[in-house]
Structure formats: structure tokens, C-alpha cells
């Protein structure tokens, strides 16, 4: 099979298992990145992430994590909800409202490159979502999914930014495609409506600021003037996404497993009201186990 063959029916492929977006690149060390990354790590911008300073060399060369891989095939998933949360109740991110988007979109992945291998017996592969030292966003970019966008995040014409990025890295040779252009032109609205200052400048988040860091990975106790940018939020923050104006061609995923359970219905009171049982009830399996009950307990109260 030749490989425009083989890249056609990869495409097709992802698109039947639901990513909107699937690109190609070389998969070679990121060498523009290591200057970047070394900087962010050193002024400490990672906080208490102390795992991003783990792999810094496998970070910047997926040759150094898959033997022999060739080709980053890059794959994007949306995860827009069907239906969103009361406008006044602590506030969750959008993108943790169903299931776990690691095994979600693992799961899609791991088909895709079961596919491949049919196709091509023999290929080897490994599947990433947000798991491993893969620099996701740089090669999105580079692949064509979209471009990074002032809050960091990509965007890709027509869609927004509101979905998962995942890596199939293999060892099959195909062609690469063209990384996209930057398309924030002269807007800062992100920059603008960030409440914590944490863009600190074009594409760079020093996420100690960021409510996502504060609410999520923090595992110390938030000092007051952190508490006082919280704004409700109790996991997660989507403010540099809603905000954005490439997020009003957003369309609501088709994958249930994204959908919410009864506390998307809940008001103040009834979060306050939570008890263990009930987190558990509703949460087990969602990205909220990650910070866990007592730490949205302790924000509900914040
Ligand atoms: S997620 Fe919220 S706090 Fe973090 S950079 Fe975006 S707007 Fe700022
Ligand atoms: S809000 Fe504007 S500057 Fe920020 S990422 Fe979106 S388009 Fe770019």
C-alpha cells in the first residue's frame, strides 16, 4: 500500500471514530521548544507539577520514547457539552464533565491504531493522551490540527478549541502535513479576561496563577489572595476559551460518555450539601477524582 493510500484511510478512519481533526508530522526532537520549556521550568511556572520537570530530553524527542517511531499522528476530540451548567453554581470545566477523557479518548485511539495495523501488520505504535511527556499543543501545530492560541491552547479554524488532543507515535513513514498559521491576528481577549494575570504573554501561562493549577493540582492550602480569584470556580476554569471568539463555532460532542450526570442540575445549595457518598455517586470515573472530594469540599467553602 502506498502511503497516500494508507494516510486516506487513516484519515477516514478517524473521522468514523469521531476525531475532527487527525494531521501528520515527522516525529524528529523539537528543537525550538528546548529554549522555551528550560526557561518556563526555571522561573518555575510549573508550581507544585513537579512531574514537569521529569523526562525533560523524552519531552522533546518521541524518538527517545518509541523505538524507531517515524510519524506523531496527531488527533483532536471534541468534548463541548450537550448541556451546560446553571450560570449561578460553583463551576465546573467543560471538559470535565462526563468521564474520564484519558480512557475516552485512549479508547478511540487504541482503535485507530489497531486499524493501522491491520492495514500494515507489524507496525509498532503507542497510543497518548495527556499521559506521558508529549508536547500535545506543539505537535498539534505542527500537524495542522490548529495553531496556539494567545491562552496557550490550540485552535483550529471553524471549531474552536474545546476538544482533546491525543498521539498515535509509530514507526510508518508519512508524509507530513503543513502546520497551520496563527490566526489570534490582534485580539487579547483571553489575555484580557484572564482574572489572575496568568497569560503572562503571548502563548505562555504561568500556570501557579492559573485557577486550573489552584483548584486541581495545588495540593498545598491556597493562600487568600489566591481564593479571592476563584470566582466559583471549584474545578477547572474555561474563562480564555469562552471568551475566545473562534469557541462561537463550538458544537456539542456526540460522544455520551461526555455526558453529565444529575449534578449538572445542582444549584449552590445542593453542592454545599454534598456529602462523600454522593461525590462518589456522581463523580467516580470523572476527571473531578483528581483533585478529590475533600479539595472541592475545601473550594466550596473557599
Ligand atoms: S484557565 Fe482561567 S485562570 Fe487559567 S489562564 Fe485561562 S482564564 Fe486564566
Ligand atoms: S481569545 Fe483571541 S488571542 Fe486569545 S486565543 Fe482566542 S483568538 Fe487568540
Given at each position: 500500500m502506498n502511503?497516500e493510500t494508507?494516510?486516506?484511510l487513516i484519515l ?11 494531521g501528520?508530522?515527522k ?9 522555551k520549556?528550560t526557561e518556563?521550568l526555571k522561573k ?5 507539577m513537579?512531574?514537569m ?7 522533546l ?6 523505538d524507531d517511531?517515524k ?5 483532536a476530540?471534541?468534548?463541548f457539552?450537550?448541556?451546560?451548567q446553571?450560570i449561578?453554581?460553583?463551576k ?6 462526563g ?5 475516552v479518548?485512549?479508547d478511540?485511539g487504541f482503535i485507530l ?9 507489524g ?8 499521559s506521558?511527556?508529549v508536547?500535545?499543543?506543539q505537535?498539534a ?9 494567545k491562552n ?9 478549541s474545546f476538544?482533546?488532543l491525543?498521539e ?11 502546520a ?6 490582534t485580539c487579547?481577549a483571553?489575555?484580557?479576561a484572564c482574572p ?23 495540593r498545598t492550602?491556597?493562600?487568600e489572595?489566591?481564593k479571592d ?7 477547572g476554569?474555561?474563562?480564555c476559551?469562552?471568551?475566545c471568539p ?6 456539542p460532542?456526540?460522544d ?8 449538572i442540575?445542582w444549584?449552590h445549595d ?10 462518589n455517586n456522581?463523580?467516580?470515573g470523572?476527571p473531578?477524582t483528581?483533585?478529590g472530594f475533600?479539595?472541592?469540599k475545601?473550594?466550596?467553602e473557599?
Open positions: 502511503t494508507l494516510k486516506s477516514q478512519k478517524s473521522r468514523e471514530l469521531g476525531f475532527l481533526a487527525c501528520f508530522s516525529a524528529t526532537e523539537l528543537a525550538d521548544e528546548r529554549e520549556l518556563w518555575g511556572y510549573h508550581g507544585e513537579g512531574y520537570e521529569n523526562h525533560f530530553e523524552k519531552r524527542n518521541p524518538t527517545l520514547l518509541v517511531c510519524t506523531v499522528i496527531s488527533l476530540y471534541n468534548y457539552p450537550q448541556k451546560l446553571k449561578n453554581a460553583p465546573v470545566a467543560k471538559y470535565a464533565y468521564e474520564d477523557y484519558h480512557k479518548v485512549k478511540q491504531l489497531q486499524y493501522i495495523q491491520s492495514l500494515i501488520p507496525t509498532k505504535g503507542r497510543v497518548f493522551v495527556d506521558a511527556p508536547m500535545e499543543r505537535w501545530e505542527k500537524s495542522g490540527i490548529g495553531w496556539i492560541g496557550s491552547l490550540i485552535i483550529r479554524k471553524g471549531i474552536g476538544f482533546f491525543a498515535i507515535i509509530c514507526d510508518l513513514e508519512i508524509k507530513p502535513d503543513k497551520t498559521t496563527d490566526h489570534c491576528g487579547n483571553c489575555i484580557d489572575t494575570q496568568a497569560i503572562i504573554a503571548d502563548k505562555v501561562i504561568d500556570a501557579t496563577k492559573c485557577i486550573s493549577y489552584l483548584t486541581i493540582e495545588k492550602d491556597l493562600l489572595s489566591e480569584h476563584l470566582n466559583q470556580w471549584i474545578f476554569c474555561d474563562i476559551q469562552d471568551v473562534w469557541n462561537r463555532f463550538s458544537s460532542t456526540s455520551n460518555r461526555f455526558t453529565p450526570n444529575q449534578w442540575e444549584n445542593e453542592w454545599n450539601l454534598m456529602e462523600l457518598e454522593q461525590f456522581q463523580f467516580e470523572t473531578l483528581r483533585a475533600d479539595k472541592i475545601k473550594q466550596l473557599d
